[in-house]
């Protein structure tokens, strides 16, 4: 059974989010909700995945909600530029010079 998987170590700034998205040409919508499979609303900042059955939530205290059902609606992948992309924007760094890539399953940024 699918479940929401809410990540509250990991708190994101909103606006690095939003610029994240448009870096990537994703579409999001501000103080939208969503509802998962399990039922479960969050309100917050919206994000749409490529091929992500349910979006990504970012809500106001800057955790992140998804349901992907472990991989199955979606890739983790996509997942991990969004929160990456975001993270270099919150140190500051120019999206365009980083250089993303995967190596053993895991994503990595590297400035050029």
């Known amino acids: 059974m699918s479940h929401t998987v809410k990540i509250d170590n990991l708190h994101l700034l909103q606006e690095a989010v939003i610029k994240a998205a448009e870096f990537l040409k994703l579409s999001y919508q501000k103080n939208g909700q969503a509802t998962f499979f399990d039922r479960q609303v969050r309100r917050g900042l919206i994000v749409a995945l490529p091929g992500w059955k349910y979006p990504l939530v970012i809500t106001e205290d800057g955790s992140l909600?998804?349901?992907?059902?472990?991989?199955?609606?979606?890739?983790?992948?996509?997942?991990?530029?969004?929160?990456?992309?975001?993270?270099?924007?919150?140190?500051?760094?120019?999206?365009?010079?980083?250089?993303?890539?995967?190596?053993?399953?895991?994503?990595?940024?590297?400035?050029?």
């Open 65 to 112: 909600a998804y349901d992907n059902y472990h991989g199955s609606w979606g890739k983790i992948q996509e997942l991990n530029k969004v929160v990456g992309y975001a993270l270099v924007e919150m140190q500051g760094e120019d999206m365009n010079s980083v250089f993303v890539k995967e190596e053993h399953g895991q994503m990595v940024f590297e400035t050029r």
